[in-house]
């Protein structure tokens, strides 16, 4: 088992290089980058967007741009960035140095990737932070968003799926798996907007807040009215988050024990006198959530990076799926390759840990024998 995980821990190096090499190549081709934002924000006609350039790039700017009026051939050279005729070229320069993107992109690379591997994510372009503190800064929304809601889903999912399993084609399975097939076709995002119309002052219901994680006088609060606080306002976005997630672990689990149920060792249990319970959580247990349990990492980091952003974005919660959206947007290189460097590193590391698991839950789970 050692030299399966040293293996693992290994093949990272290789696997987040090529990750990162595919996104910075696309990047490069990517319309409306830095400089363009830039540009736009010059010309006025930048939307939304709080640009961050230094002192000197920006005092030229603003002493310099209106008065600088470009000949033909100045607008040439700098009509490679969209909008940026009649701008002068060596405003242009002063744009691209600092941002970095004077160099050819091979050596911004290998640079960028130079200081990852020291875990330096440099500062933000559009904000006035450094990645790892806005990371930060970020992290408790979606931590909280991922954690209560990895919890809730396999809270419902595996007791339902028990039951489910165990009264197969009765009326409660019935009706539960229409249940699970509405959770299972409706986007969370979409029950999210449902939600909100309904109980967020949309047009029924003002029942709940529709943005932030803690009202303005959280800290005048009590102990037991900030916790109140805390969950009033994660009602809603935990509802729908939990609506789209629990459909399929529900089945997963079902289907599990359904096929550990028909086994030889459950009959022989049952034919030695065993209760239900006992044969159901003394034998069938353990080998039914062996997938189930030991997925719980993967689906945490899932829901935590990719599955909580639209609802971050509906709710106006101020998290890590917002910060990557903004950051897409603005093109905000540092903050999008830290960000996409970082919890790739730490999603290939849960997924070791998920095999470790396996290996946990069933020691018979051999790794390093499959491999040979």
Known sequence: ????????????????????????????????????????????????????????????????????????????????????????????????????????????????????????????????????QLVIDKMPVSISLGLWTTLLVYLISIPLGVAKAVRDGSKFDIWTSGLVIFGNAVPGFLFAILLIVLFAGGRYFDLFPLRGLTSPNFDDLSTLGKIGDYFWHLTLPLLSMVIGGFAGLTMLTKNSFLEEINKQYVLTARAKGLTQNRVLYGHVFRNAMLIVIAGFPAAFIGILFTGAMLTEIIFSLDGLGLLGFEAAIKRDYPVMFGTLFFFTILGLIMGIIGDIMYHIIDPRIDFEARDT
């Open 1 to 132: 088992m050692y030299a399966y995980i040293l293996r693992r821990l290994l093949l990272i190096v290789p696997t987040i290089l090529g990750i990162m090499i595919i996104n910075f190549a696309v990047v490069q081709f990517v319309p409306g980058g830095p400089v363009e934002q830039m540009i736009a924000q010059i010309s006025g006609t930048a939307v939304d967007v709080t640009a961050r350039v230094g002192g000197e790039a920006g005092a030229e700017v603003g002493a310099n741009a209106p008065r600088r009026q470009a000949t033909g051939k100045d607008a040439g050279l700098s009509s490679r960035y969209r909008g940026a005729q009649g701008l002068p070229p060596d405003l242009i320069k002063d744009i691209e140095r600092q941002f970095g993107l004077d160099k050819p992109a091979g050596e911004r690379f290998l640079h960028m990737m130079g200081n990852y591997i020291r875990f330096d994510f440099g500062d933000s372009f559009f904000q006035d932070k450094s990645v790892v």
